[in-house]
């Protein structure tokens, strides 16, 4: 009897589950997709198994916020999945470390170097950056230009002028910039091979282990990489290049922690420096999927465009470029930048935690070492809370301040492990989209609309790349005289 109700206190789960692979067999590209199915089955609090383990999928505002609140600490830890092993420094690095002391001071940098008061310091490079990308815009002549790889190459160099002081995607890019291309490409295209292995442990001793040896060699190459940007700064690799010594003036994310390194050494040893660089790097690739999705929605809406344009001629004017300060005055560009995160939330489950003690969610007992995913996509699709879910919509925004609403909104994560990049991500996002829809007039390749179909991720981004087609604005083709 007692094993009976132990058994039937756990949350709902469907019914039939295989040996060894549990209920993967319900799972299909893109995960948030068929979890939500799930949910729809089985309520907001399901247990299910993925191989050897435990996963609650949880996809209400409510047990959500009693997760990430009065079950916090114990869902603060992260899960020990592969990539956080091969390519998170062995379980230290940010986003793949447990919750301890060594998390929380890696976090509590992170938080600092990434806090409001820090953001000057960084905001000449993101403008710059910005016109160099109108710059690339203006000379397209009208013709179809691939936004993806736009947003993308913009997003990694400012994440590397951030952190180095150098650019590595344009016109005369030398080796190191191709090193570092090879490093991001084989990074994207190995992240989604571990998946299943990582649940399945026969599959990592069978067909695994090749993919084990890959993420290896490429932690050793990227490794090694950022080992060389780290000595470059601190000038023992040998001559200072001019760029790494234009980066010294800006004072990069990298001298900024080695500078701390002289009072606190084992705060900010070589592994903690480089495992930021790689967090920030990801953020900086959440912010070109969501950049892309933005203008996307935007294309499929030109009224929606239109209005935001207006706005901005308004508040800045046909004299001068959309600047960071002007931002918060936009405030209809940021209710379309919050729809488009509501409807398509790039990390659509957050990033996985784990119980490090039994406990109650909905009611439910939720064992220890229980994998937690919180589908976001699910809770920001809800016609539950969200009237008319689909239907792309900034005006619901109106009044709300801000980028999270309870827990029925919240695209940066809640609580201890809330994203520390928010106040980054929102200026670059909404100075890149001002300025493009400031300076040109944008159009669909053709009368068809925009596949908004998503791809597998994370990050969640679009299947298909954005195509799109600008031509210069008549009221403001001064502004880009220069270009
Ligand atoms: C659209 C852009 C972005 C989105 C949607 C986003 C979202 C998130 C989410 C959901 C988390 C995990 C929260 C949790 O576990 O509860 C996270 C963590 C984090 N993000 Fe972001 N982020 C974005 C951009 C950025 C940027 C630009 C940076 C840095 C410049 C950044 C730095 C970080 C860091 C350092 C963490 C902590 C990782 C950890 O503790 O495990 N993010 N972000």
């Not at 900034?394 to 309870?406: A, C, H, S, T, Y």
């Amino acid at each position: 009897m007692r094993l009976f109700h132990r058994i039937r206190s756990l949350p709902p789960s469907p019914f039939l589950v295989f040996p060894v692979i549990g209920h993967l067999y319900l799972l299909r590209n893109p995960l948030h997709r068929s979890l939500s199915w799930i949910s729809r089955q089985y309520g907001p609090v399901a247990l299910l198994r993925f191989g050897s383990s435990r996963i609650l999928v949880v996809s209400s505002p409510d047990a959500a916020e009693e997760c990430l609140t009065k079950n916090g600490l114990v869902f603060a830890n992260r899960p020990c999945l592969l990539a956080g092993k091969h390519l998170g420094y062995n379980y230290t690095s940010l986003a793949r470390s447990p919750y301890g002391n060594h998390w929380q001071n890696i976090y509590s940098i992170a938080s600092q170097i990434l806090s409001a008061h820090n953001l000057p310091t960084i905001s000449s490079i993101r403008a710059n950056e910005v016109k160099s990308l109108l710059h690339r815009l203006a000379k397209s002549g009208g013709q179809s230009v691939n936004m993806k790889s736009a947003f993308f190459e913009l997003m990694l160099n400012a994440g590397m002028q951030m952190i180095a002081g150098k650019r590595y995607y344009g016109e005369n890019v030398g080796e190191e910039a191709i090193k570092f291309m090879e490093i991001v490409t084989e990074l994207f295209s190995i992240s989604g091979t571990t998946k299943m292995g990582e649940f399945l442990p026969f599959l990592r001793w069978m067909g695994l282990k090749g993919v084990e040896e890959k993420l290896m060699a490429l932690q050793k190459k990227r490794d090694e990489f950022m080992q060389s940007l780290i000595d470059e700064s601190q000038g023992s690799g040998g001559e200072e290049s001019p760029e790494a010594a234009e980066g010294r003036k800006k004072k990069t994310l990298i001298q900024v922690l080695l500078s701390r390194r002289e009072t606190e050494p084992e705060c900010y040893e070589d592994e903690t420096i480089k495992s930021l660089m790689q967090v920030i790097l990801m953020g900086f690739d959440m912010l070109a999927a969501t950049m892309e999705w933005t203008l996307s929605a935007m294309l499929n809406h030109p009224k929606i465009l239109k209005k935001a344009q207006a706005e901005i001629d308004e508040v800045v004017g046909h004299d001068r470029l959309v600047s960071e300060s002007d931002l918060p005055k936009l405030s209809y560009l940021h209710s379309v930048i919050k729809e488009t995160m509501r409807m398509y939330p790039v990390g659509p489950l957050l990033v996985p935690h784990e119980s490090v003690e039994e406990c109650r969610v909905g009611g439910y007992r939720v064992p220890r070492g229980t994998i937690l995913l919180i589908n976001l996509f699910y809770i920001h699709n809800d016609p539950e809370y969200w009237p008319d879910p689909t239907n792309f919509n900034p005006e619901r925004f109106e009044g709300m301040e801000g980028l999270k609403d309870g827990y029925k909104m919240m695209p940066f994560g809640s609580g201890r492990t809330r994203c520390p990049g928010e106040n980054v991500a929102i200026s670059m996002i909404g100075l890149t989209l001002g300025s493009l829809i400031q300076c040109f007039e944008w159009n669909r390749i053709s009368d068809e609309l925009i596949d908004m179909t998503e791809g597998s991720g994370p990050p969640m981004r679009k299947a298909q790349p954005l195509l799109a087609k600008c031509s210069h604005r008549s009221a403001t083709s001064d502004l880009l005289s220069w270009a």
